[in-house]
């Protein structure tokens, strides 16, 4: 099965319906990049009128993870995959869409083959900036993902 984001979208429906509820939906991924959107809307809202930090995680840990899963996928191997730090900062109130974009395939590419070669867990950060429709800045996230071939 290749991954789409139409198929991530469904994913989220069903695995994780309260991020499909609060509008976070995958525009593109491919094998270096994911990009995720979510638009400020009432539900998603905290009571400074702006999106809740919560979303902004939600959104922004999909697009780190949807790479990790969509490289386990085209390994071929049996992965498990958690996230085990994060760290966030916000600049600005989210307003309106926000776009959020990790680009660090290679990276994941990297881990897997280490994990797969030596047998043991590995550790990596991913990346994934929130960018608002005038194109500022207004969070970004660090996830600190951990892989490990299954037995």
């Known amino acids: 099965m290749k991954f789409t984001s139409r198929k991530l979208n469904y ?3 069903l695995k994780l319906p309260s991020a499909f509820l609060m509008g976070v939906r995958t525009k593109f991924i491919d ?13 998603n809202q905290n009571p400074f009128n702006s999106m809740f930090w919560a979303v902004q ?3 922004a840990e999909l697009a780190t993870g949807a790479l990790v899963m969509n490289k386990i996928k085209t390994s071929n191997k049996s992965v498990s995959m958690l996230v085990i730090n ?6 600005k109130k989210a307003k309106g869409l926000i776009t959020f974009c990790c680009t660090q395939g290679l990276d994941v590419d990297t881990a897997i083959q280490k994990a ?3 047998r043991k867990a590995q550790r990596f950060f991913l990346s994934a ?22 037995s």
């Not at 094998?31 to 539900?43: A, N």
């Open 11 to 13: 994913f989220l429906a």
């Open 31 to 43: 094998d270096s990049k994911c990009i995720v959107v979510v638009k400020h809307r009432w539900i």
């Open 57 to 59: 995680g939600m959104a």
């Open 86 to 91: 994060n760290q966030a900062s916000f600049n």
């Open 116 to 118: 797969i070669k030596t």
């Open 129 to 150: 900036a929130g960018v608002d429709s005038n194109g500022d800045q207004v969070c970004s996230f660090d996830f600190q993902w951990s892989i490990k071939l299954k």
